[in-house]
């Protein structure tokens, strides 16, 4: 049965493991086996990011991603292992070009995959089928005091991420 403890502490445990990217994909990859017993046992999220732990090694988030808005694209400057487990969520993939953000293609993940984003790996995420997308996040660092960038929707061009940066630039779907 899913725990939600029980995810973060093999989480941080996964991160602290002599290869930690692989070890956090296992962890990831068991946990979302299973995406109805994650649904069951989740306890219910009124923010849509919800910051579950985080040290240096590791931040674990809760997110839900809105049908009705897109988080600019941005970037996470360390590894990125994002799974879904509700719903259906569509990323939108930017290509560097330059140092501005090039939209290339998209990724959709439905309840049970995820996908691992490198450090420079750009991407805007919206829930799809006209209903929210739930989804367990883990980066390899402390995501909240990394400096990272987000993209402008226009040009391209990065713009140092901040929370009213991000809240500013979040656009309508
Ligand atoms: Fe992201």
């Known amino acids: 049965m899913f725990s939600l403890d029980q995810f973060a502490s093999d989480a941080r445990a996964a991160a602290a ?88 293609g998209e990724l959709v993940l439905g309840a049970g995959q995820f996908h691992v984003f490198g450090p420079d790996d750009i991407h805007s995420v919206q829930g799809l089928d006209g209903t929210p997308s739930l989804g367990l996040h883990i980066y390899l660092g402390p995501l909240t005091r990394i400096e990272r960038s987000l993209f402008d929707w226009g040009t391209g061009a990065p713009v140092p991420l901040t929370e009213d940066a991000f809240t500013g630039m979040i656009r309508a779907a």
């Open 17 to 104: 493991a002599p290869e930690p990217l692989n070890a956090v994909i296992s962890v990831m990859a068991e946990t979302l086996a299973d995406p109805d017993a994650v649904r069951a046992n989740m306890p219910e999220m009124v923010e849509n990011e919800v910051l579950l732990f985080e040290d240096d090694t590791v931040s674990i988030w809760h997110e839900r991603f809105l049908h009705t808005e897109i988080p600019p694209p941005h970037d996470h400057q360390t590894h990125a292992v994002l799974g879904a487990y509700h719903g259906r969520e569509r990323n939108g993939l930017f290509r560097r070009v330059g140092g501005q953000a090039i939209k290339g």
